[in-house]
C-alpha cells in the first residue's frame, strides 16, 4: 500500500516555541493531504485540507495563524504550531490521497507525532 | 447529532467470541464508509471498506444500511491480535472530500 511518512515521531518543547511537523507520501504523489489531530480518548478531528500549490482549508475551531501549513510540493506537507502552548500537546497525523477525493478512495495515515509541550 | 457515531465500549470477550460493533452516521448524503483499526499510541490503518451488499474479508463482514445510515463491522473467533481499537469512517464527498471519525470502540480479546 502507499506510504505516508512523518518527522519527527515525537517532539517535547517549551512553551512559546515553534513546532515544525513535516508529512511525507513516499511512493506516490498526493495532491491533496489532510491534517489531523487526536487527543486521548478522542477521535481523530480533521484540522485541515492542504492542496499542492495553494492555501490550506482549515477546519471551523482551528486556528489558521496558529497552525502554519505549507504544502510546497507532490509529496511534502508541513505542519506548524506556532506558539505552541500545554494545550496544544496531542497525536498529530497526517493523511495523504493519490486522488484528491475525486474517487472516493481512502487515505493513507503518517504514523503520526506526539507533540508534548511543557 | 454526532456526524459519526458508535458503540461507546469497551467490549472485553474471550478469544473465538463474535463482537459486533455498531455505527450510525448523520450525513445521509455521505458516499464512502470504511472501518479502520487504530493500535495504541499509533495511527488509524485500513481494515476494510463497507458497501451496501456486504464486504467479507476473512473474519470480518461489513455491512452498510443507507436507509437506516447504519454502519456495522462484525469480528468472528476473535484473536488476541484483533485487540485494538475500531475506528468507523464516514467520507463525504465532492467539494468538500474529508474523512470523518467516530469516537471509536475498544476491543480486548483475553486469553
Known amino acids: 500500500g502507499a506510504v505516508v511518512s512523518q518527522h519527527p515521531s515525537r517532539v517535547i518543547c517549551k512553551s512559546g516555541t515553534s513546532v515544525k511537523i513535516e508529512c511525507r507520501s513516499l511512493d506516490f504523489q ?40 505549507n504544502h510546497a510540493s507532490l509529496t511534502l506537507s508541513t505542519l506548524t504550531v506556532t506558539s505552541a502552548h500545554p494545550e496544544d500537546s496531542s497525536f498529530y497525523i497526517c493523511s495523504a490521497t493519490r486522488d484528491g477525493g475525486r474517487t472516493q478512495e481512502t487515505q493513507y495515515f503518517g504514523p503520526g507525532t506526539r507533540l508534548l509541550v511543557l | 447529532r454526532k456526524e459519526v457515531e458508535q458503540d461507546p465500549g469497551p467490549f472485553n470477550v474471550p478469544e473465538g ?95
Do not use: H
Open chain 1, 30 to 69: 498526493a495532491t491533496t493531504m489532510f491534517w489531523y489531530r487526536q487527543f486521548p480518548k478522542q477521535s481523530l478531528m480533521l484540522m485541515a485540507t492542504s492542496n499542492e500549490g495553494s492555501k490550506a482549508t482549515y477546519e471551523q475551531g482551528v486556528e489558521k495563524d496558529k497552525f502554519l501549513i
Open chain 2, 17 to 111: 467470541a463474535t463482537v459486533a460493533f455498531n455505527c450510525t452516521y448523520s450525513n445521509s448524503a455521505s458516499q464512502s464508509f470504511f472501518w479502520y483499526r487504530q493500535d495504541c499510541r499509533k495511527e488509524p490503518k485500513l481494515l476494510m471498506s463497507v458497501y451496501s451488499s456486504g464486504n467479507e474479508d476473512g473474519r470480518f463482514t461489513a455491512q452498510l444500511n443507507r436507509a437506516s445510515q447504519y454502519i456495522s463491522l462484525l469480528i468472528r473467533d476473535s484473536k488476541l491480535s484483533d485487540s485494538a481499537t475500531y475506528l468507523c469512517v464516514v467520507v463525504s464527498g465532492g467539494s468538500n472530500y474529508k474523512l470523518t471519525f467516530g469516537k471509536g470502540t475498544l476491543l480486548t480479546v483475553n486469553p
